[in-house]
């Protein structure tokens, strides 16, 4: 089977040849794919939010539809429907652009609940259903959403419902002082430079192969335990309205089975836990009217909450697993 570490490392190498800053979203965007999950980039105009959906589907080489949501497309531009064909007296189904290996769905809160709500079934049952006819989606199947939390006007929010089915929510930061002048150079050397520059690098069969790897990822129960704590907690917390559901509990186990496969390991630690908190819960969750008015943050909450849940003791990578983990990979 292949190595889910070789998948990530070739991916972030060849990627990292445009893109400047962020590595980690590439991990995010690595760990969603090998989990079957999906992602939901957020940050301001100018950030490469969509060039990094670019660059990760031309690095993996899989079959790629990007949607423009706006306030006027319609639940069949998304998944497609029967169309009179004239010549031959019948209907044919002409499928929509969720029909691919990766749908980049660009500014998503553009589009009406009843449009974003197209998008359910195919992440989570990856079917789609058109007249009554259910038809199977490719395999693999991942969609990156991006959205603007700055420009709020002909906006919507994404439902609770939405939310739940994005394995992460990663915000797309502007790049360090250092990093942003490696990108002037970079640009000021190369203007051309885009995502046709990155090559493909690996192959549908190997990330297949690569995601029954992680599916072998052993978890202690211990390991479950604070997992579910951190969960539970999110639920049992006066600062929160709505906590964390089951399903996301099973999404954050799959998402530490995949940080530790591609580290190298094949058991999870409470590192790789922890280190997800953030971009696995904070989505889900929604503060109350006294959280709201105190002006606390979702971040601040789940920031609490996982300081305050203890980890399990004696469940540790080797010293040689950790010295080659800080080499090769750097932490989340």
């Given at each position: 089977m292949t190595e889910p570490a070789g998948v990530y490392d070739a991916l972030r190498d060849e990627i990292q040849t445009v893109l400047v800053g962020n590595d980690e979203v590439v991990e995010i965007l690595t760990i969603s794919l090998l989990t079957r999950s999906h992602v939901l980039m957020e940050g301001v105009?100018?950030?490469?939010?969509?060039?990094?959906?670019?660059?990760?589907?031309?690095?993996?080489?899989?079959?790629?539809?990007?949607?423009q949501m706006t306030p006027d497309i319609l639940p069949a531009d998304i998944t497609g429907t029967h169309v009179y064909r004239e010549e031959t007296g019948e209907f044919q189904l002409q499928r929509g652009p969720v029909f691919a290996n990766l749908v980049v769905?660009?500014?998503?809160?553009?589009?009406?609940?009843?449009?974003?709500?197209?998008?359910?079934?195919?992440?989570?049952e990856q079917t789609v259903t058109i007249e009554?006819?259910?038809?199977?989606?490719?395999?693999?199947?991942?969609?990156?959403?991006?959205?603007?939390?700055?420009?709020?006007?002909?906006?919507?929010?994404?439902?609770?419902?939405?939310?739940?089915?994005?394995?992460?929510?990663f915000t797309v930061e502007p790049p360090d002082r250092s990093d942003e002048m490696v990108l002037l150079d970079r640009f000021d050397d190369r203007p051309e430079l885009g995502s046709e520059n990155v090559s493909q690098v690996v192959t549908a069969d190997e990330i297949l192969s690569a995601r029954e790897t992680v599916d072998s990822v052993h978890v202690d129960s211990a390991v479950?335990?604070?997992?579910?704590?951190?969960?539970?907690?999110t639920r049992e917390s006066p600062e929160l309205d709505h906590g964390?559901?089951?399903?996301?509990?099973?999404?954050?186990?799959?998402?530490?089975?995949?940080?530790?496969?591609?580290?190298?390991?094949?058991?999870?630690?409470?590192?790789?836990v922890k280190a997800l908190a953030m971009p696995v819960l904070t989505h889900?969750?929604?503060?109350?009217a006294e959280?709201?008015?105190?002006?606390?943050?979702?971040?601040?909450?789940?920031?609490?909450?996982?300081?305050?849940?203890?980890?399990?003791?004696g469940i540790e990578a080797t010293p040689s697993v950790d010295a080659e983990d800080d080499r090769g990979h750097g932490e989340s």
């Open positions: 105009p100018g950030v490469a939010k969509t060039t990094i959906a670019r660059l990760f589907a031309r690095a993996t080489g899989l079959d790629t539809n990007r949607i769905a660009d500014e998503i809160n553009r589009a009406t609940p009843k449009t974003q709500s197209a998008l359910l079934e195919a992440m989570q009554g006819e259910t038809l199977s989606l490719p395999n693999p199947f991942l969609v990156v959403a991006t959205q603007n939390p700055v420009e709020m006007e002909g906006t919507y929010e994404l439902p609770i419902a939405q939310r739940d089915r994005f394995q992460f929510k479950k335990r604070y997992l579910l704590d951190l969960v539970v907690a964390a559901s089951p399903r996301a509990g099973l999404s954050y186990l799959n998402a530490a089975k995949a940080r530790a496969a591609i580290r190298g390991r094949d058991y999870v630690i409470p590192d790789d889900r969750l929604v503060p109350s959280a709201n008015l105190s002006d606390v943050t979702v971040e601040e909450i789940v920031e609490t909450i996982s300081d305050g849940v203890e980890p399990p003791d």
